[in-house]
Nanobody, 126 residues
Framework: VQLQASGGGLVQTGDSLRLSCAPS????????WGWFRQAPGKERQFVAG????????NYADSVKGRFTITRSNAENTVYLQMNSLKPEDSAVYYC????????????????????WGQGTLVTVSS
């Protein structure tokens, strides 16, 4: 089973993008999800996380109020709506999934996720 992330692209400061992530060949309806990003020369960092079935969400301070993570259990898909994009948001964005029941703090840790997407590139020009 693989996760397929999509929706990245080149946008200007202030624009919006919506990233999507869905598994190929499996069902992830009872998994918790996370979005992470990695800019060139930097470590992978947590962006947003959502539990199953989707009542609890948490965000990195740098994206609070601008990004929203949602999930469609019926569509087996997780989304990351990104508004008011800034150049510092430029990175490869990765989706991740886990069967673990994670608290808000644990959702921020990349090592707690078993499944990862291939990444989708977001570039925000100034």
């Amino acid at each position: 089973v693989q996760l397929q992330a999509s929706g990245g692209g080149l946008v200007q400061t202030g624009d919006s993008l919506r990233l999507s992530c869905a598994p190929s060949g499996g069902t992830f309806s009872n998994y918790a999800w996370g979005w992470f990003r990695q800019a060139p020369g930097k470590e992978r960092q947590f962006v947003a996380g959502i539990d199953w079935p989707g009542y609890m969400r948490n965000y990195a301070d740098s994206v609070k109020g601008r990004f929203t993570i949602t999930r469609s259990n019926a569509e087996n898909t997780v989304y990351l709506q990104m508004n008011s994009l800034k150049p510092e948001d430029s990175a490869v964005y990765y989706c991740a999934a886990t069967l673990r029941r994670l608290g808000s703090g644990s959702r921020k840790l990349a090592g707690n996720y078993e499944y990862w997407g291939q990444g989708t590139l977001v570039t925000v020009s100034s």
